[in-house]
């Protein structure tokens, strides 16, 4: 399977826990995104790497959200102190960004959590 | 007023029906758009990709664009249980201007057999 890999794909934790999140994009893509989705909305956006960079941040993303993409490929979202507000689907897309252009974003399966 | 209007449906038709799904926006600056496909359960799945004005046709789909009015369309001709889903648009800027998609809320659809 070359699409985009998310792991897990259910995580249920205890608030107050630390959950981490791993996706693994289309290997030849550069940028990666990460977006939450709740029940009847469309995703929000997160964060967006271009290779190891992370260029952009939403407000969304409190200071007990933290992503990595360390060498440029797998990417990582850790939440510390789970509230059960974060309780959502976790999407992780990639796409291809080459001179200026990119091309449209491939999503994974999501990890689905459930603070309780 | 949202970047994105969306309906969000429900919108329920019999299997065989033409299905007609669209989206409004403000921001003159989009330029991409695209429409996806998610099953309950499951991450979006594009399903058409389109850049500025015109219509694109793939199988039993058509997306329309019409940038004069800000409208943006998806077709679905001979409507199947299969297509049951909720269906999201979503667009953006040129490369270079906002690279982050901005979403509609999604129509949910049911084709029943």
């Known amino acids: 399977d070359t699409g985009v890999s998310q792991d897990p794909r259910h995580k249920i934790t205890k608030r107050g826990q630390n959950v981490t999140f791993r996706c693994d994009p289309i290997?030849?893509?550069?940028?990666l995104y990460w977006y939450r989705q709740t029940l009847g909305q469309g995703p929000e956006f997160l964060t967006y790497?271009?290779?190891?960079?992370?260029?952009?941040k939403s407000r969304l993303l409190s200071d007990r959200f933290s992503a990595e993409r360390p060498k440029g490929s797998f990417s990582t979202l850790e939440i510390q102190r789970t509230e059960q507000g974060d309780s959502a689907m976790y999407l992780c897309?990639?796409?291809?960004?080459?001179?200026?252009?990119?091309?449209?974003?491939?999503f994974g399966q999501g990890t689905r959590l459930t603070v309780v | 007023q949202k970047e994105v209007e969306q309906d969000p449906g429900p919108l329920s038709v019999p299997e065989g029906a033409i299905v007609s799904l669209n989206c409004t926006y403000s921001?003159?600056?989009?330029?991409?758009f695209m429409w996806y496909r998610q099953y309950s359960r499951k991450g979006p799945e594009l399903l058409m990709y389109?850049?500025s004005s015109g219509n694109k046709e793939d199988g039993r789909f058509t997306a329309q664009v019409d940038k004069s009015s800000k409208y943006i369309s998806l077709f679905i001709r001979d409507s199947q249980p299969s297509d049951s889903a909720t269906y999201l648009c979503?667009?953006?800027?040129?490369?270079?201007?906002?690279?982050?998609?901005?979403w509609g809320l999604g129509t949910s659809l049911a084709v029943n057999p």
């Open positions: 897309a990639s796409s291809l960004g080459v001179d200026g252009v990119n091309t449209e974003a491939f």
């Open positions: 290997s030849e893509h550069n940028r």
């Open positions: 790497f271009q290779n190891e960079a992370q260029l952009e």
């Open positions: 921001n003159s600056a989009f330029q991409y």
């Open positions: 389109t850049y």
């Open positions: 979503a667009m953006r800027g040129a490369a270079g201007n906002n690279r982050k998609l901005i």
